[in-house]
């Protein structure tokens, strides 16, 4: 029996994993990725019992070496290992480790993979990497926050074009996922979780 793999990217309070663990059943395996300390410390007194649970304080980008992280105050809110970031301007920085998204999703056992990521930036760094490979095959949903533009990070504005333009060829659809107090009253993340465990492999031989 294979497992479904989450793969929650900037998570920051775990919200939507943690909807996800309350209701799925247990082959499902939840990677979490927060490059903040601070936050990192909460998630794992969060999740600390659940064996479901991976934790890594480190940023999905492109590369296995550290970067430069720029942490807003007060909180970190917006945190980004872009410079030009709008939150970035005049905010802290700090060295953080950072995966490969090619060489970890390469790694991971059989099973399907949902890539759920609001990384504030580091999606256009590991995007190409999955998209231009056969890796894309493995990921059967897909929901990825975009932080491009000119109130986000401008120098993205073309990369995140030729990422939607590599998106439509492959057939692939972005399914919002990100949301706020309004709409998770709404019941829109729930539709969303329900959305997930539709890709939940099957219990039965």
């Given at each position: 029996?294979?497992d479904?793999?989450?793969?929650d990217?900037?998570?920051?309070?775990?919200r939507?994993?943690?909807?996800?663990?309350?209701q799925a059943?247990?082959?499902?395996?939840?990677?979490?990725?927060?490059p903040?300390?601070r936050?990192?410390?909460?998630?794992?007194?969060?999740?600390?019992?659940?064996?479901?649970?991976?934790?890594?304080?480190?940023?999905?980008t492109?590369?296995?070496?550290p970067?430069?992280?720029?942490?807003?105050?007060?909180?970190?809110?917006?945190?980004?290992?872009?410079?030009?970031?709008?939150t970035s301007v005049?905010?802290?920085?700090t060295?953080?480790?950072?995966?490969?998204?090619f060489?970890?999703?390469?790694n991971l056992?059989?099973?399907?993979?949902?890539?759920?990521?609001?990384?504030e930036?580091?999606e256009?760094?590991?995007?190409?990497?999955?998209?231009?490979?056969?890796?894309?095959?493995r990921?059967?949903?897909w929901?990825?926050a975009?932080?491009?533009?000119?109130?986000?990070?401008?120098?993205?504005?073309?990369?995140?074009?030729?990422?939607?333009?590599?998106?439509n060829e492959?057939?692939?659809?972005?399914v919002?996922?990100?949301f706020g107090?309004?709409d998770?009253k709404?019941?829109?993340?729930?539709?969303?979780?329900?959305?997930?465990?539709?890709?939940v492999?099957?219990?039965?031989?």
């Amino acid at each position: 029996m294979s497992d479904l793999h989450f793969l929650d990217v900037g998570v920051w309070k775990g919200r939507t994993t943690g909807f996800l663990l309350e209701q799925a059943p247990t082959n499902i395996q939840a990677y979490l990725f927060e490059p903040d300390p601070r936050r990192m410390e909460s998630l794992e007194q969060r999740f600390k019992n659940d064996s479901r649970v991976s934790f890594y304080e480190a940023a999905l980008t492109d590369t296995n070496e550290p970067g430069v992280f720029y942490v807003p105050a007060p909180g970190g809110e917006g945190s980004s290992l872009y410079a030009d970031k709008k939150t970035s301007v005049g905010a802290d920085t700090t060295l953080v480790d950072c995966i490969n998204a090619f060489d970890f999703i390469s790694n991971l056992p059989p099973g399907p993979i949902v890539l759920y990521s609001n990384c504030e930036g580091g999606e256009f760094n590991f995007m190409p990497l999955l998209l231009n490979s056969d890796l894309h095959k493995r990921i059967v949903l897909w929901s990825i926050a975009f932080h491009h533009g000119d109130r986000k990070i401008p120098s993205m504005k073309p990369a995140y074009w030729e990422i939607e333009k590599r998106m439509n060829e492959l057939g692939i659809e972005n399914v919002p996922g990100h949301f706020g107090k309004g709409d998770i009253k709404a019941g829109k993340l729930e539709k969303f979780i329900k959305k997930v465990l539709e890709h939940v492999p099957s219990t039965h031989p």
